[in-house]
């Protein structure tokens, strides 16, 4: 078990290679959705109307499709601007994508300040299939060096004090999650859900949760339980968290 109090997040590349693990139990499939390559010109340029264009983002931008809303917390106003933003250079214009936005106050204060402050500077980063799956946001490149830049939350790190004071060796897997709870190590990053949730979400994951196993802890307690209700249901059908 990982000792002492100074908990670190992994790196880059152990954050983009976490989330697509963590969420296989979410999504109940591969990582095909966190390998498309990267979108570089924000969907601006070109007039190719292929799969492939939509699929990264350089095709053409539809104006405006998707409308942000007027956010109660103005500081949660950046985030609505940027998921509507993405959404049309994305040609994600079906209506369910406006009622995602119509959503997106609730979905931003569930996540983390950094997650959102990833997402508003990295928008013109982040893949059209990142973005739609929401659950590859935080495999971004762009996105997780603002993830690692500010390293776990003092309620974060509750959560996985609390997850190794009950699980020291996850004993009933033979496999230590404890160790790699932020990421990195071979057992993969448990509390993936715990390192993208506000604090609040992490204080209720800290209390809640006490699983060992990754279903019962990541799938069932994590997002089920805790933050999905915060975020609100993904109105799109198949897109990944919260359905």
């Known amino acids: 078990m990982m000792s002492g109090t100074c908990w670190r997040v992994g790196s880059l590349f152990a954050i983009a290679a ?12 591969g990582s095909d959705s966190f390998t498309a ?15 492939a264009a939509l699929q990264d983002g350089s095709g053409p931008t539809l104006d405006g499709c998707v409308k942000a809303p007027t956010a109660s917390d103005p500081t949660l106003q950046p985030f609505c601007d940027a998921f509507a933003e993405i ?7 079906d209506p369910c994508r406006q009622a995602n936005a119509n959503s997106c106050e609730a979905f931003g ?14 928008k013109d980063q982040i893949e059209c299939s990142q973005f739609e799956s929401q659950s590859g946001l935080p495999s971004n490149p762009c996105v997780a060096a603002y ?17 190794c ?11 230590d999650y404890c160790d790699s709870y932020f990421g990195g190590g071979d057992a993969g990053g448990i509390g993936g859900i715990t390192l993208v949730s506000s604090d609040a979400i992490a204080a209720k994951i ?16 994590s997002l089920e339980l805790e933050f999905c209700p915060v975020a609100t249901k993904n109105h799109c059908p198949n897109s990944g968290l919260c359905q």
């Open 147 to 163: 993830i690692v830049d500010a390293g776990p939350t003092p309620a974060q790190v509750s959560a996985a004090t609390a997850y």
């Open 206 to 221: 800290a209390q809640n949760c006490n699983g060992c196993l990754p279903a019962d802890y990541v799938l069932i307690c």
């Open 165 to 175: 004071g009950n699980c020291p060796a996850a004993a009933d897997s033979g496999v």
């Open 109 to 122: 204060s569930a996540l983390s300040a950094a997650m959102q402050r990833g997402v508003v500077a990295c």
């Open 37 to 51: 390559a990267p979108s570089t010109d924000g969907g601006n340029e070109g007039a190719t109307t292929d799969a």
């Open 18 to 29: 976490v989330f697509p693990v963590t969420m296989m139990l979410v999504e109940g499939c």
């Open 87 to 93: 959404s049309s250079r994305c040609n994600d214009c």
